[in-house]
């Protein structure tokens, strides 16, 4: 032994590599078992001699065959060693598993023989080798037609082989297996003349290695089990019913007329001696979930909302299609974030926007050519401390850099995308449907060209990981409370959508790569509810995700992107659970909610779509919380024609439409959001319905769900009603309540309503036009207990035939007149302090014949009246409490009909002392007064506002209109 390992360190590495390259595999096994050296330098021919000997084998091909044929193994002496041993497997009956160790020593075993069928062979045909066949022995077929004019009956355990190369071996016949086992390799099946069946059992299992079906059906049947590996199916398919398990492995489908692989019934308790080492066979195969994705099936890096978004904005960006995907442009993310530095100059230059526009509104003033220094001092003099009321904190949070990066924090961790290792650790009914092994399980199989990938219906079950599905109709119909396990399959081009799922059918479907599909990549409808985790779902050429007809469905931590249509569809009583996606740059609407459609739409990222962030209509009703929908190119939130829904604490910041765009036609109930830096109005409700084909692509209309139409009314359950929240109220008038709406383009509210309205709590600061526009308005509008304060223009504007109720609201610091008003209605208990201009303008139009009434305000005017009666406007104007401005101007009354307006009881109140002046708003303190509730915390920190990149269409501005209504 001495002797021997001096002569391997005599000579080189290489020349001994090079030598024991030309051993047969016999001669390796021996060379290894000489010492610890010899073993290393048979272990290094690993990418040599060992994958000569794997390619050689003509039972095997490629072990990445046919996904990915140009990938190398990690070892190819263990991918050798397992093909060895799967070609051995099927010998191992039950009696042979279950005898005794001790006395399978002295077991006379009987030796295999080999029987040659051809026409040169002592067998001309397979049914006369059969006849005389053994069990256990080993048919080789030569090269040639083999044709059998009958069902060949299999009733022992055989092995048929075909000699040479695939394809030189053909076997015209339908074989029927009445034994346990059986193995069939290198041959080509096609169908007899009789019948189209290739292959059948009912009870024993049978293994297919390297063979080639054509134009024919497997049947395999319960108690029965398979195992087909390296085969190839050209127009033909494999049934199975109530198998309890087989596995399809490296197989290749092409061009089926129907579905490739149909499995039927719930998989039987009763299992054959087989099911044991099929077990462990898959069991072996879900690593493969926590191992990094194949080349076939590429998954974007988890970037995500991670450290990245706190460094400069340079590091942010997008590339589609590829590895990388952080789901926000640099202009997106200058909006979201900006810099340290600006944060920090924001006040200073806000204020120095207020001193110049306080200029310029007053150029016709007679303190106009007063300097700034002597209008801040003036200003202090005269100033009411109105810091204190109850929302004041939320002022605060706005423009505090400390609050903003906090509460980004606080974002990146909530919205963070998951792995699919997160959502299995976190999620034990994901975790346990992973695991399962039951029914038909498919691993790294091509199925191309054809109608069908796998259909599963009647409670079947199937697994497929690793798979490629591409130009088919659809790639998996799932069907009839049957249940679908997929993971890391490739699923594109198909002419309908990739996964179909319907009649209570479930399962999980998971870190699939979907997309450049003709319709939608998952299609989920008639209570079907699946498990939708960790995909890409994009560049398909309608929806992402649909959920039709009462399908549910939990969809979490999904890449949804690029496709033209919606990236979720929600309609015809869908009910998902929407939580955790990333749903970006979509050609339409990021979230559609149609045709009482409903669902629970919470903590997902909703950014860069062409339309509405999330577009809700025509009796949608979804819960809509918790949400980052920045970034589009339209609206953030869009409540169309009869749209309901619960929006709550969602941030809707930077789209360069509206904020929230609603019809007054909908009723949706807007709380606790934070609606800042839009295009154009923070909140917008237009009176104006939809017209018939009123829809770009995505946004309903033109989707084709007949039968859901026609069955949606009847399909509810009775206790359909249960799954929804039972917590929320009905509500009979449109709500918008305890939001925050800053520096948005235009009006931070602005209406324009043929319903009533009611605007309760709100922080309405610092948009670049007026805090509120009523400009129409037949039924009552509520505004009450909100702080309206520091826009650039009035804070409150009323126009003709309005009905506006305004009680309780503190309008503060308003850059132009604290409330104008034409219309009629309340002004009651209002603080209205320190606008630039008049506290409150009264104006008439010439047909209005009703009254305003004002009373019990507290209002004070810096450089002008505290209230202004012009145009013989008529009202009742009482029991006000008018402080002294640096003016020094109380009441203007330029009219010659007393009799039209009625001033009385209102008190003047000049202060000359700043101790004074202190004292004023405490009985009762700076409104407004909001009991029982503030202002939650916001998710996104307002940033200063980005200019935007591209050129508005005209009129966008002027009109005041949704960029998605202007366009239409």
Not at 32 to 48: I, M, P
Not at 254 to 272: L, T
Not at 713 to 718: A, D, S, Y
Not at 947 to 964: A, K, L, Q, Y
Request: charged content about 20%.
């Amino acid at each position: 032994m001495h002797r021997v390992l001096m002569e391997a360190d005599g000579l080189p590495v290489e020349l001994w590599q090079l030598i024991l390259s030309y051993l047969c595999l016999p001669d390796l096994g021996r060379c290894s078992s000489v010492c610890r050296a010899w073993n290393e330098l048979v272990l290094s021919l690993d990418r040599t001699r060992w994958r000569q000997l794997c390619l050689s084998c003509l039972e095997h091909r490629h072990p990445h065959w046919p996904v990915q044929p140009d990938v190398e193994p990690q070892s190819w002496r263990d991918t050798f060693k397992q093909h060895y041993l799967a070609s051995k497997t099927w010998t191992k009956t039950t009696q042979a598993l279950e005898s005794s160790n001790c006395l399978s020593l002295f077991q006379r075993r009987k030796g295999r023989r080999r029987l040659c069928v051809g026409a040169v062979a002592e067998f001309s045909s397979l049914r006369a080798a059969l006849a005389v066949a053994s069990p256990y022995d080993r048919l080789v077929l030569l090269p040639g037609v083999h044709e059998e004019h009958s069902e060949v009956l299999l009733k022992v355990p055989v092995e048929v082989v075909g000699q040479g190369k695939l394809g030189k071996v053909v076997l015209l016949a339908s074989i029927n297996q009445h034994c346990p086992t059986a193995r069939l390799c290198n041959v080509v099946f096609m169908p007899a003349r009789f019948t189209s069946v290739l292959y059948k059992t009912t009870s024993g299992y049978v293994q297919f290695d390297n063979c080639n079906f054509e134009s024919g059906q497997l049947q395999i049947h319960a108690p029965g089990t398979c195992q087909v590996k390296f085969c190839t199916f050209a127009q033909s398919s494999i049934h199975l019913r109530s198998v309890a398990l087989c596995v399809l492995e490296n197989c290749e489908f092409i061009g089926s007329e129907n579905a490739s692989v149909i499995v039927e019934g719930y998989p039987s308790s009763d299992r054959n001696w087989a099911c044991k080492h099929l077990a462990m066979l898959a069991k072996s195969c879900t690593a493969s979930v926590w191992e990094p994705s194949p080349a076939g099936c590429p998954v974007a890096k988890q970037d995500g909302w991670g450290e990245s978004l706190l460094e400069p904005v340079r590091m942010c960006e997008i590339v589609i299609g590829e590895e990388r995907s952080s789901f926000i442009s640099t202009v997106g993310a200058q909006a979201l974030l900006g810099s340290a530095q600006e944060v920090t100059e924001f006040r200073e230059n806000l204020q120095a926007a207020k001193e110049e526009e306080y200029l310029a509104l007053d150029s016709n003033s007679s303190d106009s050519d007063l300097s700034s220094d002597n209008e801040e001092d003036a200003r202090a003099a005269y100033k009411l401390p109105y810091q204190a009321h109850s929302l004041s904190h939320t002022l605060a949070d706005v423009t505090d850099s400390r609050l903003q990066s906090d509460r980004l924090h606080a974002l990146q961790t909530d919205l963070k995308l998951k792995s699919l290792q997160q959502e299995l650790q976190q999620d034990k009914e994901a975790q346990s449907l992973a695991s399962s092994l039951q029914g038909c399980i498919i691993r790294q199989c091509l199925f191309r060209d054809g109608k069908g990938g796998i259909l599963i219906y009647s409670r079947g079950q199937a697994k497929l990981e690793g798979s490629i599905f591409r130009h088919l109709t659809y790639a998996v119909r799932c069907i009839q409370n049957s249940k679908v396990i997929m993971l890391r399959n490739d699923i594109h081009h198909c002419k309908a959508s990739g996964i179909f799922l319907r009649l209570l059918a479930g399962g999980l479907i998971a870190d699939n790569n979907i997309h450049s599909n003709c319709e939608a990549g998952v299609d989920i409808r008639k209570g079907a509810n699946p498990l939708v985790l960790c995909n890409k779902i994009h560049s398909g050429l309608r929806s992402g995700i649909v959920v039709v007809g009462n399908g549910k469905g939990i969809i979490r931590s999904n890449q949804i992107y690029g496709n033209k249509e919606a990236g979720i569809y929600i309609l015809y009583n869908g009910n998902p659970a929407v939580s955790g996606n990333h749903i970006f740059q979509g050609l339409a609407a990021g979230i559609a909610v149609n045709e009482n459609g409903r669902g629970q739409i919470t903590g997902n990222i909703i950014c860069e779509n062409q339309w509405g962030g999330v577009d809700i209509r025509h009796g949608g009703d979804p819960i809509l919380r918790n949400n980052l929908i920045s970034c589009g190119h339209s609206d953030g939130v869009v409540v169309g024609e009869r749209g309901k829904g619960l929006i709550e604490g969602n941030a809707i910041y930077s789209n360069k439409g509206c904020g929230v765009w609603m019809m007054s036609s909908s009723l949706p109930h807007l709380i606790n959001n934070q609606i800042s830096h839009n295009g154009i109005y923070g909140v917008a409700l237009f009176c104006r319905k939809d017209e018939a084909g009123d829809y770009p692509p995505g946004q309903g209309g033109n989707e084709t769900f007949q039968e859901e139409r026609e069955g949606a009314g009847g399909e509810n359950g009775p206790d359909s009603e249960e799954e929804y929240p039972a917590a929320r109220p009905p509500i009979s008038v449109a709500l918008v309540e305890l939001n925050s709406i800053n520096h948005n383009g235009a009006a931070g509210l602005h209406i324009k309503s043929s319903e009533a309205l009611s605007v309760i709590a709100n922080v309405i600061h610092a948009n670049r036009d007026g805090g509120v526009a009523v400009l129409q308005s037949s039924q009552l509008t509520h505004i009450t207990n909100n702080s309206i304060c520091c826009n650039s223009r009035e804070g409150v504007l009323v126009e003709a035939e309005c009905q506006v109720e305004l009680r309780g609201n503190g309008i503060y610091e308003n850059r132009s007149h604290g409330i104008i008003s034409k219309g009629e209605g309340v002004i009651e208990e209002n603080d209205i302090i320190g606008n630039h201009r008049c506290g409150l303008q009264m104006l008439q139009a010439a047909d209005m014949k009703l009254n305003l009434q004002v009373t019990k305000n507290r209002i004070q005017a810096f450089r002008d009246y505290g209230i202004a009666l012009f145009d013989e406007a008529k009202g009742l104007v009482q029991e006000n409490l008018i402080f002294q401005g640096r003016s020094k101007k109380f009441i203007l009354r330029p009219m010659s009909n007393a009799e039209d307006c009625i001033v009385q009881d209102n008190v003047l109140l000049t202060v000359k002392k700043r101790f004074d002046m202190e004292c004023m708003l405490i009985n009762p303190p700076a409104r407004p007064h909001v009991r029982g509730g503030v202002l939650g915390s916001c998710m996104a920190a307002g940033g200063p506002r980005v200019s935007s990149t591209t050129t508005r269409m005209d009129g966008g501005c002027h009109h005041r209109r949704s960029i998605f209504c202007t366009i239409l």
